[in-house]
């Protein structure tokens, strides 16, 4: 199996856990409310993840006491969840920071705050250090062999 095979089993399972919080909590709650359902979620599907997770941040090779917090890390895919009305291009770069800082090799933004639950997932190429979305990313994959 290869990786995008991998990843998308995964993104299929963690798309499924979002969807079943969203059917049963709705839309437009905190996101806070959001993570808490969604861990546990995953929990009861015995899927394997980490809630809350820090990112160390170095400047000039010196760890900086400040530092940014995962919402949720799954496997080697970062699940960023927010309650909005529309997904913003500062939610994206948010998401796209952390894909950088923690080299993972996937991420994935979902929103609640809608009347449909709406997902984006996206590659990082640590080679050229940039993000592109995760079909793009699979479509060069297949179309290179």
Do not use: W
């Amino acid at each position: 199996m290869d990786n995008t095979q991998t990843y998308d089993a995964l993104l299929y399972k963690i798309v499924g856990a979002a969807m079943a919080v969203h059917s049963e909590l709705k839309y437009g709650l905190l996101e806070p409310v959001y993570q808490e359902a969604l861990c546990m979620e995953l929990e009861q599907r015995g899927m394997e993840f980490c809630a809350e997770e820090n990112i160390p941040i170095y400047y000039k090779g010196v760890l900086m006491k400040k530092q940014y917090r995962m919402d949720i890390v799954c496997g080697d895919i970062i699940v960023e969840l927010k309650s909005v009305e529309e997904l913003l291009p500062e939610h994206r770069s948010q998401l796209f920071n952390y894909l950088r800082l923690t080299q993972k090799p996937v991420g994935m933004l979902i929103n609640f705050g809608q009347p449909s639950l709406h997902f984006e997932k996206y590659y990082f190429d640590a080679e050229s250090n940039e993000v592109v979305l995760y079909s793009y990313y699979k479509e060069e994959m297949i179309n290179n062999f």
